[in-house]
């Protein structure tokens, strides 16, 4: 398995943004397609988005759609998440995540994903 670290989280106004950055660890992480998942208190954890092996291909859940982009550099063994226009309802501890599946259908599955980070807080205020 793959070890995830992720950076960036904090305090922003609303429609501010803010950068997630994941750091894998291990040299085979361009086999891993990458998700980024959030959750916030009292509720399940939710998709926001993914990205495969490549990085040609990208899922978001509709909800970030527009304002969010995911992104990986193989070379950095790094994942990011750049967060524009955030709003207080994406107030959230943001967790990634790694899989090998190449089900792409079910990404927005967090069962699908066998490797996560420990998380980071982001907190938007109106």
């Known amino acids: 398995q793959v070890q995830l670290v992720e950076s960036g989280g904090g305090l922003v106004q609303a429609g501010g943004s803010l950068r997630l950055s994941c750091a894998a660890s291990g040299r085979t992480f361009s086999s891993y397609a990458m998700g980024w998942f959030r959750q916030a208190p009292g509720k399940e954890r939710e998709f926001v988005a993914a990205?495969?092996?490549?990085?040609?291909?990208?899922y978001y859940a509709d909800s970030v759609k527009g304002r969010f982009i995911i992104s990986r550099d193989n070379a950095k063994n790094t994942v990011y998440l750049q967060m524009n226009s955030l709003k207080p309802e994406d107030t959230a501890v943001y967790y990634c995540?790694?899989?090998?599946?190449?089900?792409?259908?079910?990404?927005?599955?967090?069962?699908?994903?066998?490797?996560w980070g420990q998380g980071t807080q982001v907190t938007v205020s109106s």
């Open positions: 995540a790694a899989t090998v599946s190449r089900r792409t259908l079910e990404y927005s599955d967090p069962r699908l994903f066998g490797s």
């Open positions: 990205i495969n092996w490549s990085g040609a291909s990208t």
